[in-house]
């Protein structure tokens, strides 16, 4: 129905009127950039092209395949381990001077999707939560960074820890970030608030006051499956979130295991 039929409808029913709201546009695969085909609509894979000469980085273990002339090396960086990564990545060089070279990365966790990031887009930067990075761009740099709030309460009840990533980049790099299900985008106006679980939230860019806010009863928050506090993100800016949260997933299995 057209929103003026919908309205209607509400009226004649004596039900309040649709307030306005941030509707979330899907990812599509067409955000990616020059050089990356991508594979499959969900369990993502991609596969990258590397010109003569030039390195991708990438998480370990997220490799799937790569071509001859591809040389593989590791790079130490102790700072990821504080914002959820390994001490160890992983560079990928065209050393061959291989116009076809390429190297494929495959999202390094179950029931994964791939988000591409073009951090110019972003103003050059990205707060994300531990350990969505899995590959980037050179000039990308991943650092620990503390949670933008103004609340004690939101490090610790928020569904992030206290240090999460900052990803940023100077010039027109793009990141890619792993997320679970199908990753929605929400574009926040000025002071426009959404709540969103937890365990959803991917990433959001600088401008977003990141806080928490009480919902339900006590009976909700211990009956209902859902927590005592959501996530509440304030713009402007915007929002990456997940349909599949696998530290819903993990708490699922344990408690059904517990109970078996």
């Known amino acids: 129905c057209a929103p003026s039929q919908v309205a209607r409808q509400l ?4 039900m309040p009127p649709m307030l306005p709201y941030t509707k979330p ?26 010109a003569p000469g ?3 980085t990438a998480e370990k273990g997220s490799m799937l395949w790569m071509s001859d002339g591809v040389q593989m090396s590791m790079a130490f960086n102790m700072s990821t381990i504080f914002s959820g990564e390994g001490l160890f990545r992983i560079n990928f060089q065209n050393t ?20 591409p990031v073009h951090l110019k887009s972003h103003n050059g930067a990205l707060y994300a939560k531990r350990g969505a990075w899995l590959a980037n761009d050179p000039g990308v740099e991943v650092a620990p960074a503390f949670l933008p709030t103004r609340s004690m309460v939101a490090c610790c009840a928020g569904g992030m820890s206290p240090l999460i990533q900052k990803i940023s980049a100077r010039g027109d790099e793009t990141a890619v970030l792993n997320a679970g299900g199908t990753v929605l985008r929400l574009d926040l106006a000025l ?12 990433a959001f860019t600088e401008g ?21 506090f959501n996530t509440l993100l304030v713009g402007p800016g915007t929002v990456y979130v997940q349909t599949v949260s696998y530290e819903r997933i993990i708490a699922n299995f344990a408690t059904n ?3 078996s």
């Open 96 to 115: 061959a001077n291989d116009q076809n070279a390429f190297v494929g990365i495959g999202a390094n966790a179950p029931m994964g999707s791939l988000i």
């Open 191 to 202: 002071g426009e608030e959404v709540l969103v679980d937890t365990g959803s939230v991917v």
């Open 208 to 228: 977003v006051r990141f806080e928490v806010r009480r919902v339900g009863s006590l009976g909700t928050c211990l009956f209902a499956g859902e927590a005592c």
């Open 11 to 14: 009226r004649a029913a004596g």
């Open 257 to 259: 295991h517990a109970s």
């Open 54 to 56: 030039e390195m991708y």
């Open 25 to 50: 546009k899907v990812m599509e695969r067409g955000v990616f950039p020059a050089g990356v085909e991508v594979h499959g609509e969900k369990y993502m894979g991609m596969t990258r092209a590397l």
